[in-house]
C-alpha cells in the first residue's frame, strides 16, 4: 500500500475516532441532562440535544484542528508499525461497515417491498390528511396510502414521504390522531434523523454506545412529537387510548427508514409517562434553555478537547517509539556517498521548518514532506571547524521507479551560501566535515513531480567526540 494511501487512511480513522470520542462523551453528558430536562418539562430541548449528538459523530471538528498540529509536528507522520495497524484496522472497519450496511439495506429492502402492492386511499380519508395537514401548518402535500402487508401505520421517505395505513377501517377520530402524528414526524423531520442514525450504526458500528443512542432518538422523538400532536387535538386521555386500541389490533415492529405509530409495548408506556409528565411542566424559558444549552456544549467541549490532546500524545509517543526502532532496523551504519556542491538553488518554492537545531551530542529527529519541487531547511545553528554533521534519511519514494537517483537531495548550506548534498532515491546516509566555523542550516529538496516524505535523524558531531 503507498504512503499516500497510509497516509489518507490515517487521517480517515483519526477522524472517525475523533467524532465517535466527540459523540460517546457527549451523549454520556445527555444522559443525566435528559432526565433534568424530562421533570423540567423541555421534550424539544432533550431532542434537540440529541440531534446535536448525533451531529457529532459526523463532524470532524477535532480533526480539522489536528490538520493544523500535523504541520507542526510528527501526527499522521507513519512508521512501518503503524502502517501495519492502520491497514490491518482498515480491513476490519471495512468488514463491520460493510456488514452493518447489508444488514440496513435488507431491512429498508423488506420495507420497500411490503409497499409494492400499496394502493391510494380513499378521498375521504385524503381529505382529512388535508385537514390535518392544514392544522399542523404542514404544506407539501403528503399522499395516503393503504397496504395489507404492514401491520401498523407509519411514514416513510426522506425526500418523497408517504404515510402507509394497513388495509382496515378506521373512525374519523383514529384517521385523524394517525395522520397528524405522521404528519408530525414529517415535520420534525424524523425520518431525515433516523437515516442519520442508521448510517452512523454503520460507520460507528464498533462503538458500545451507538445502540442507546439510536434507541433515545427514536424515543424521543416520539415523545416529541406526541407532546406537539397534542397542543392541537388536546385530550391527552382520547389520544393514547386511540392508540392503545390500534395497537391491540395489531403487534407492531421497529420499522429502519419508517417512524411509526406504534412500536412496541415498552416504548408505548414510555411515551405515555413522559409525555404525561411534560405536560404538566412549563418548561424551560428560552432564554434559560439557551444558556443551559451553552454549558453543555462548552462542558463536553472541554471534555472532548482533553481526550483528543490524549490521542494526540499517544500518537506522538507510538510514532516516536516506532520510528527509532524501524530506521535503525533498517539502516545500516553510516557511509559516504559521493557530496556534489552548488551556489543556490534553482526552485523558487523554499521554506523554513520549525524543528529545533541540533546542539552537542544532539540528535535532531525530523519528518519532512516536501511538496513537488519544494526545498526546505532547517533554522541556523552553529558548528565549528573540524565538527560533522551526520544524517540518516529515508525517503518514502524509493519503491517508486520513476524517481530518479538526482532528485531526492539532502545536505547543509554553508556560512558563505554554498550547498553541500548528495542525492540518492533510497536511502541518504552522509557525514559532511565542517571546513569552516559558522552558521550552518540543513536542507532537503523534492525535485520529483509529487510529495514524498524523508524521515530519519540528522546530528552534529564534534570533534571532541
Excluded at 170 to 176: F, G, I, S
Aim: with cysteine.
Amino acid at each position: 500500500m503507498s504512503w499516500e494511501t497510509i497516509e489518507v487512511l490515517i487521517r480517515v480513522f483519526t477522524g472517525i475516532f475523533l467524532c465517535s470520542a466527540t459523540g460517546s462523551v457527549l451523549f454520556l453528558y445527555w444522559k443525566p441532562v435528559s432526565k433534568y430536562l424530562e421533570k423540567k418539562g423541555d421534550a424539544k430541548l432533550n431532542y434537540t440535544i440529541l440531534k446535536v449528538i448525533i451531529c457529532a459523530f459526523f463532524i470532524p471538528v477535532l480533526s480539522v484542528i489536528f490538520e493544523d498540529l500535523s504541520h507542526k509536528s510528527w501526527l499522521f507522520s507513519s512508521t512501518a508499525v503503524i502502517r501495519n495497524i492502520t491497514e490491518i484496522t482498515g480491513v476490519i472497519w471495512l468488514a463491520g461497515a460493510a456488514a452493518s450496511g447489508c444488514f440496513y439495506f435488507l431491512k429498508y429492502r423488506r420495507l420497500r417491498k411490503s409497499l409494492e402492492n400499496s394502493c391510494i386511499c380513499s378521498r375521504q380519508t385524503q381529505k382529512i390528511a388535508d385537514e390535518c395537514r392544514k392544522k399542523l401548518c404542514v404544506r407539501r402535500k403528503i399522499t395516503v396510502y393503504q397496504s395489507y402487508q404492514v401491520p401498523v401505520p407509519f411514514i416513510c421517505g426522506v425526500i418523497s414521504p408517504e404515510i402507509i395505513l394497513p388495509e382496515e377501517r378506521y373512525t374519523k377520530q383514529e384517521l385523524e390522531i394517525i395522520l397528524l402524528h405522521e404528519m408530525e414526524h414529517y415535520k420534525q423531520r424524523d425520518i431525515f434523523w433516523k437515516l442519520m442514525c442508521n448510517v452512523l450504526a454503520c460507520v460507528h458500528w464498533f462503538n458500545p454506545l451507538k445502540k442507546q443512542i439510536c434507541s433515545q432518538v427514536e424515543d424521543w422523538s416520539e415523545v416529541s412529537c406526541d407532546v406537539h400532536v397534542l397542543k392541537v387535538f388536546g385530550s391527552l386521555k382520547q389520544y393514547f387510548s386511540t392508540i392503545i386500541s390500534i395497537a391491540a389490533r395489531k403487534s407492531g415492529y421497529r420499522q429502519y427508514l419508517a417512524s411509526a405509530l406504534y412500536e412496541n409495548s415498552r416504548g408505548l408506556e414510555l411515551r405515555m409517562r413522559r409525555t404525561a409528565s411534560i405536560r404538566k411542566m412549563k418548561g424551560f424559558p428560552w432564554k434559560s434553555a439557551q444558556i443551559f444549552f451553552i454549558c453543555f456544549c462548552t462542558l463536553g467541549a472541554a471534555t472532548i478537547s482533553a481526550i483528543s490532546y490524549g490521542y494526540y500524545r499517544g500518537y506522538i509517543y507510538l510514532e516516536d517509539k516506532t520510528s527509532s526502532k524501524t530506521i535503525l532496523k533498517e539502516m545500516d551504519a553510516p557511509k559516504l556517498m559521493k557530496e556534489k556542491q552548488r551556489k543556490g538553488t534553482s526552485l523558487s518554492k523554499q521554506r523554513m521548518m520549525e524543528d529545533e537545531v541540533p546542539g552537542k551530542e544532539k540528535d535532531i529527529w525530523i519528518d519532512w514532506w516536501p511538496e513537488a519541487n519544494e526545498f526546505l531547511m532547517s533554522k541556523k545553528f552553529q558548528a565549528e571547524k573540524g565538527d560533522r554533521i551526520q544524517m540518516m534519511l529515508l525517503c518514502s519514494e524509493n519503491d517508486n521507479p520513476n524517481v530518479n537517483n538526482n532528485e531526492i537531495l539532502a545536505g547543509v548550506i554553508t556560512p558563505d551560501g554554498t550547498q553541500k548534498f548528495v542525492c540518492d532515491k533510497d536511502k541518504l546516509q552522509h557525514s559532511f566535515l565542517i571546513k569552516e566555523s559558522g552558521e550552518y542550516q540543513f536542507f532537503v529538496e523534492n525535485q520529483t513531480t509529487k510529495k514524498i516524505q524523508l524521515a530519519g535523524d540528522y546530528e552534529l558531531i564534534t570533534k571532541k567526540r
